[in-house]
């Protein structure tokens, strides 16, 4: 069965640090790959999402994620993170064609001023 | 609406009582997802309806737990005979076509078994 493993389970950084999420996923064909958000009080929403095409993928607030099929991971980046970007950051794949969305545990993400 | 709204917002139940959980996606959207979200454990996948196709059950964690969606629009989440490890946040999402198109999420229920 597809998962989804997110090694990082919570994540302290100061403004202006570089982040690195990773994510791996375990399947062998072809997948969709997501990265949700969940700021405190709100809802989840989407980040960025991969299906094909250039594999660094550009997403909203300065984030972007790079697919790297031959390591079956999805890690997000950002150069300089912000006190507002303190949230809780999901992975999710879908296999190809299909619709069912199966997210990681989660990276909780504080950022300190 | 304009989102997706769930209701109630908090159900705090006794340990054997049945409860159901409601979900009233985006107005147009065909797909409607409810997932778990327990402490440390991530979103868990419950069940996915898609238009009028059968709906993908392979989540549900056992047969106290059921859900159906009423002409294609509202959705409710029944747990019979509620035990403790139900106590979660229960999300609703729905998107307009399919997973792999944007997924809107409701702030969810939480659900507390006591």
């Known amino acids: 069965a597809q998962s989804v493993s997110q090694h990082n389970h919570h994540v302290i950084l100061s403004e202006a640090a570089s982040l690195e999420l990773g994510c791996n996923y375990s399947y062998g064909g072809t997948v969709n790959l997501f990265w949700y958000v969940q700021y405190p009080g709100q809802h989840l929403q989407l980040l960025l999402k991969?299906?094909?095409?250039?594999?660094l993928v550009k997403g909203i607030k300065g984030f972007e994620a790079e697919f790297i099929k031959s390591k079956f991971s999805f890690n997000l980046r950002k150069p300089s993170v912000q006190w507002s970007d303190t949230a809780e950051y999901f992975c999710a794949v879908s296999v190809y064609n299909t619709d069912k969305l199966i997210f990681g545990t989660g990276t909780r993400l504080q950022v300190f001023p | 609406g304009a989102g997706v709204s769930q209701s109630p917002s908090n159900k705090v139940t006794e340990k054997g009582k049945d409860v159901e959980l409601r979900c009233d996606p985006i107005s147009g959207h065909t797909a409607l997802y409810w997932y778990r979200q327990s402490l440390g454990q991530g979103l868990e996948f419950l069940i996915y309806f898609q238009g009028n196709s059968a709906p993908d059950k392979s989540g549900l964690p056992s047969d106290r737990f059921s859900a159906e969606r009423t002409g294609g629009s509202v959705s409710t989440l029944t747990i019979q005979r509620t035990q403790q490890e139900d106590s979660a946040v229960y999300l609703c999402a729905s998107s307009l076509n399919r997973a792999n198109e944007k997924l809107f999420f409701g702030s969810g229920t939480q659900l507390s078994v006591l």
């Open positions: 991969y299906f094909s095409g250039d594999p």
